[in-house]
């Protein structure tokens, strides 16, 4: 009795079925019909007039004229967004003179493929000053622990004698200390802007790492400033003394005596500290300082775009890269690697025997009247400086 039940109500649900199958196969055509009577609801573009593209004018039609053979192809709208195309847009050009520009035209930076300005300028970036950059400046910190591992500083051989001749006036030393303490700051941040996430996010995590990072950009952006007014002072102080002369080429010939042990004779400044002043502060610190003055916006006159904007980040990077490798061996030789130089600069004083053994043109020229020993007119404490420390 169960099994006979059972079979007549499977029949019952079969026929159900097969009555509503019927009656929603009936209805396909009448909707169909309603449908192709009005405009497009829905449409996948590969089964809408497949060959719109036998068109012989089809790459050149616009985006009004792609919508007519294929609803919802905008391909020539992003074409033409793709080819830096500039739309229109309620900002001024005054204020905003890209607003309406998504996509940058393609161009091709030393180093990058033709492809648009963005992506240029970051393959340039992160294929090119970001990993070679990075290297240079390990090579260069390892030259300098390895010089001063192997070589090691260089001495003065005769004993103090307690006279001193000062070698820098206190203008003088307030103008490099600010412009040291500007460039070393600048440098710090820098560093960390630009290669911090690869020595640094890994220690101290991404929030701590993005707040640094946001400090040191402005602290880099204030510093900038600085580091530009004391760079034309420090110019202006030390060019007299840093013009070239005959006793340079002697000089570079022998590589300042470091290898043979043997100090070559030089005036005020050798030909290395020279080179430092006129390759590293005059034409690489202009170069850093005017394209950082054009990153920050703060030359009055110029539209700042985004193309300008990538060159000059490009030429402020790899400036800075090459005047920070030129600076380390400055640094290197104006503290550990030359014994009473830093003292020097701190006091403005040098003994006799320094100046001697390290500028014995400079020194000559002091003893024989034509410059004076004393240049200032009190010391810095009111009398008689004590010995520096050679």
């Not at 053979?69 to 967004?81: E, K, S, Y």
């Not at 192997?150 to 030393?173: A, N, Q, S, W």
Request: hydrophobic share 45%; net charge positive.
């Amino acid at each position: 009795m169960l099994r006979s039940l059972f079979t007549i109500l499977t029949l019952a649900f079969g026929l159900c079925g097969l009555a509503a199958a019927q009656t929603q196969g009936a209805s396909r055509p009448a909707a169909a019909s309603s449908a192709a009577a009005g405009a497009t609801q829905s449409a996948n573009i590969l089964d809408l007039k497949p060959d719109a593209s036998a068109d012989p004018k089809y790459a050149q039609q616009s985006n009004g004229e792609r919508a007519k053979v294929q609803p919802g192809n905008n391909a020539p709208m992003w074409r033409q967004v793709g080819s830096g195309i500039t739309g229109t847009s309620s900002l001024p050009r005054s204020q905003a003179p890209e607003a309406g520009n998504l996509v940058q035209p393609s161009v091709r930076y030393p180093g990058s493929r033709l492809t648009n300005a963005g992506e240029a300028w970051r393959e340039v970036r992160n294929k090119w000053i970001i990993p070679y950059g990075g290297a240079l400046l390990l090579i260069v910190i390892g030259a300098i622990a390895l010089f001063h591992w192997r070589i090691g500083p260089m001495k003065v051989k005769d004993e103090p004698t307690g006279r001193l001749i000062e070698r820098f006036t206190y203008m003088e030393r307030s103008a490099h200390w600010a412009n040291a303490v500007a460039f070393c700051t600048l440098a710090i941040s820098g560093v960390v802007m630009a290669f911090g996430k690869f020595f640094l996010l890994p220690v101290i995590g991404t929030t701590l790492f993005g707040w640094l990072a946001y400090l040191m950009k402005n602290v880099h952006n204030f510093s900038g400033p600085v580091f530009a007014v004391s760079l034309l002072v420090v110019i202006v102080t030390f060019v007299g003394d840093n013009l070239p002369s005959k006793d340079d080429l002697n000089w570079l010939l022998k590589a300042g005596g470091i290898l043979s042990g043997q100090e070559i004779e030089s005036g005020r400044f050798n030909a290395g500290e020279k080179i430092t002043f006129w390759g590293g502060v005059f034409l690489l610190g202009l170069i850093v300082v005017a394209s950082g003055l054009f990153m920050d916006k703060l030359i009055p006159g110029l539209i700042y775009e985004r193309a300008s904007m990538q060159v000059a980040h490009m030429v402020h990077a790899a400036s800075n890269i090459a005047m920070l490798c030129m600076f380390l061996g400055h640094i290197y030789m104006g503290t550990a690697g030359t014994k009473g130089a830093y003292e020097g600069m701190r006091t403005g004083y040098v003994d006799e025997s320094w100046a001697r053994e390290h500028h014995a043109l400079w020194y000559a020229d002091v003893q024989s009247g034509k410059l004076p020993a004393q240049r200032s007119v009190t010391s810095p404490a009111g009398s008689a400086p004590s010995a520096v420390q050679v």
